[in-house]
């Protein structure tokens, strides 16, 4: 394989944020490789472009939106196991692989090929006996790595793909401590870049139901470079042979600094524990959202506790409004980004949505608004 030839690949990202992870991917390519953006094709819960490794791979760790990327090694119809098997034996995968023999996961639909476990089983076949000819190289000194393979199969159309993180991308390796209804980074990340559009440049970005404070976390480390994780390209014999390309630094921000509060004195250690490498960016203190009454910011991300794990005095759609009129009379926001089931959502009376976005999360459907409260 030619490392510089371009190659197809695709991101993974939350339906109904495929547009917002799109408009992330432009920009850093912009900032971070200094020319112009391939065209990309988006679908449900996917972007798939062309590129070269040696483009795709050094901007992994700056993308926060996605939650998978993965590299595109081969595209073909088949109907039945043996043709599978012929075409995924002849991948060289030793040029793609490293390590422990990779982990296989599939998908099917409207195909002929349905049964999983047998398409697993032929595919597992079909690597072993490439890798008679050349094994796989070992994985460095004190490193556990095992490779993980997608094989997506869709109208007799399969796609083998191999994932260039590992662990997904929304688990960041930096924040340490969770709490009962964790929101996924990859998601907040998504959330809080579309709120910054309405703000201004070097604004304070208030987070008054901090949680342990996930919000805030990605806000200030949006354009960073994640060095607190490895990544399975960076391993790779397609991408260790390229040359290495300087980090880049990139000066622009979401917010220059955040305040965080919470109810919660458990929280509020949790968040001090997450942001002992964020220096003097935050400001975080044991508050009731409703005892708030002013702000440096003009703009808040709001995420009131909701679910079956956490009990409400109130009824929902009433705790939403008291939170609107709390944080336009009280605290004098601006713009609002709310989180809430979207149930309630039709129960938004007298306020200016200046957008909805409808979205689950962990099995929870859920509308996220951007409020304009002027």
Same mark, same amino acid.
């Not at 953006?37 to 996605?66: D, M, Q, T």
């Not at 809080?192 to 805030?216: A, C």
């Not at 990139?250 to 949790?270: H, Q, T, W």
């Not at 959202?289 to 003009?298: D, G, H, L, P």
């Given at each position: 394989?030619?490392?510089?030839?371009?190659?197809?690949?695709?991101?993974?990202?939350?339906?109904?944020?495929?547009?917002?992870?799109?408009?992330? $991917?432009?920009?850093?390519?912009?900032?971070? $490789?200094?020319? =112009?953006?391939?065209?990309?094709?988006?679908?449900?819960?996917?972007?798939?472009?062309?590129?070269?490794?040696?483009?795709?791979?050094?901007?992994?760790?700056?993308?926060?939106?996605?939650?998978?990327?993965?590299?595109?090694?081969?595209?073909?119809?088949?109907?039945?196991?043996?043709?599978?098997?012929?075409?995924?034996?002849?991948?060289?995968?030793?040029?793609?692989?490293?390590? =422990?023999?990779?982990?296989?996961?599939?998908?099917?639909?409207?195909?002929?090929?349905?049964?999983?476990?047998?398409?697993?089983?032929?595919?597992?076949?079909?690597?072993?006996?490439?890798?008679? @000819?050349?094994? %796989?190289?070992?994985?460095?000194?004190?490193?556990?790595?095992?490779?993980?393979?997608?094989?997506?199969?869709?109208?007799?159309?399969?796609?083998?793909?191999?994932?260039?993180?590992?662990?997904?991308?929304?688990?960041?390796?930096?924040?340490?401590?969770?709490?009962?209804?964790?929101?996924?980074?990859?998601?907040?990340?998504?959330?809080?870049?579309? %709120?910054?559009?309405?703000?201004?440049?070097?604004?304070? %970005?208030?987070?008054?139901?901090?949680?342990?404070?996930?919000?805030?976390?990605?806000?200030?480390?949006?354009?960073?470079?994640?060095?607190?994780?490895?990544?399975?390209?960076?391993?790779?014999?397609?991408?260790?042979?390229?040359?290495?390309?300087?980090?880049?630094?990139?000066?622009?921000?979401?917010?220059?600094?955040?305040?965080?509060?919470?109810?919660?004195?458990?929280?509020?250690?949790?968040?001090?524990?997450?942001?002992?490498?964020?220096?003097? @960016?935050? $400001?975080?203190?044991?508050?009731?959202?409703?005892?708030?009454?002013?702000?440096?910011?003009?703009?808040?991300?709001?995420?009131?506790?909701?679910?079956?794990?956490?009990? $409400?005095?109130?009824?929902?759609?009433?705790?939403?409004?008291?939170?609107?009129?709390?944080?336009?009379?009280?605290?004098?926001?601006?713009?609002?980004?709310?989180?809430?089931?979207?149930?309630?959502?039709?129960?938004?009376? =007298?306020?200016?949505?200046?957008?909805?976005?409808?979205?689950?999360?962990?099995?929870?459907?859920?509308?996220?608004?951007?409020?304009?409260?002027?």
């Amino acid at each position: 394989m030619s490392e510089e030839r371009d190659m197809k690949f695709s991101l993974t990202v939350s339906p109904g944020l495929e547009e917002t992870a799109h408009q992330e $991917l432009c920009e850093k390519w912009k900032l971070i $490789l200094n020319s =112009d953006v391939p065209e990309a094709e988006i679908k449900k819960g996917k972007i798939f472009l062309e590129a070269k490794v040696s483009n795709i791979c050094p901007l992994i760790p700056y993308l926060k939106i996605p939650s998978n990327a993965y590299l595109i090694i081969a595209e073909f119809k088949a109907k039945d196991r043996p043709k599978l098997f012929n075409k995924i034996s002849k991948i060289e995968w030793h040029k793609f692989l490293r390590g =422990d023999f990779p982990l296989i996961k599939v998908s099917t639909k409207k195909s002929k090929l349905i049964h999983t476990r047998g398409i697993e089983e032929s595919a597992t076949s079909a690597i072993e006996e490439a890798l008679k @000819k050349h094994p %796989l190289k070992s994985a460095p000194k004190n490193k556990t790595l095992r490779n993980k393979i997608h094989i997506d199969i869709y109208d007799d159309q399969v796609r083998v793909e191999l994932s260039l993180t590992g662990d997904r991308m929304d688990k960041r390796g930096y924040k340490l401590n969770t709490d009962l209804a964790p929101l996924r980074e990859s998601l907040a990340a998504a959330l809080i870049y579309r %709120l910054s559009k309405y703000s201004s440049k070097g604004e304070t %970005l208030l987070d008054p139901m901090s949680g342990t404070g996930t919000f805030s976390l990605e806000a200030l480390n949006f354009y960073s470079y994640n060095d607190s994780r490895d990544f399975d390209y960076q391993y790779a014999p397609y991408f260790i042979k390229l040359p290495l390309m300087k980090r880049v630094k990139i000066g622009s921000e979401l917010f220059s600094r955040v305040e965080c509060y919470d109810l919660s004195p458990k929280a509020i250690a949790a968040i001090r524990d997450n942001f002992k490498n964020i220096g003097d @960016k935050a $400001l975080i203190e044991q508050c009731d959202f409703f005892n708030i009454q002013c702000a440096k910011s003009k703009v808040a991300i709001i995420n009131p506790p909701y679910g079956k794990r956490i009990k $409400l005095k109130h009824e929902l759609d009433e705790f939403v409004k008291q939170i609107i009129t709390h944080a336009k009379e009280s605290i004098d926001l601006d713009f609002v980004g709310l989180i809430f089931p979207s149930w309630a959502f039709h129960k938004l009376k =007298d306020v200016k949505v200046m957008e909805k976005t409808f979205l689950s999360n962990g099995g929870i459907e859920v509308v996220f608004t951007i409020l304009d409260l002027r």
